[in-house]
Every structure is written in C-alpha cells, then in structure tokens.
C-alpha cells in the first residue's frame, strides 16, 4: 500500500511563481516538497494556537468568570495601547 497520495493543487500565479522560486533556489527538491514544508508549518501553528487557547485564553476566561473584578475596563486597555503606540511612533 502506498504511503502518499497525489494531489491536483491550483495557486494563484503569485504562489505558484514562489514555490518555483523556492525549487530553483535549491532550498527544496521539488514542489511537493514544498507544499508538504507549508503543511507542516501549518499544522505547527494550529497546535500553538491550541496550546495558547487551552494554557493561556481559556483559564484566563475561566478565572474572570469566577471574579469578574480581576478584569480591566476596556477604556484602560485602549489608552494602555494608546500610550505604547505613542512611545513606539516617538522613537521612530
């Protein structure tokens, strides 16, 4: 039994030009090689996200639920967010 299977994968122009490029820049071996690098790329960060939504965003949510005082107001946030966009766009 075979351990792969073939696929027919239309990409925009763009995409496909940078899957050629990565070929011929020698980086990869041929397209499937590629596509399969992106794959697991992809796989990577949908496992981060699961790891921070079930580590981090999900027991935060939990914790405020059960003390909604330990929460920040959302004008707080914006000109928490405010101030640091401001010290960021000073420095440049």
């Not at 020698?26 to 939504?53: F, P, T």
């Not at 920040?72 to 967010?81: S, T």
């Not at 401001?86 to 440049?92: E, F, H, L």
């Amino acid at each position: 039994m075979r351990s792969t299977q073939q696929f027919s994968v239309t990409l925009p122009n763009e995409m496909a030009d940078e899957v050629r490029a990565k070929v011929a820049s020698g980086v990869y071996a041929s397209e499937s090689e590629v596509i399969r690098d992106g794959l697991r790329a992809l796989k990577a960060r949908d496992r981060a996200i699961e790891g921070w939504l079930n580590g981090i965003a999900l027991p935060a949510y939990d914790a405020y639920r059960v003390d909604p005082s330990r929460g920040i107001a959302i004008d707080d946030i914006r000109n928490e967010l405010a101030d640091r966009h401001g010290q960021i766009a000073d420095r440049d």
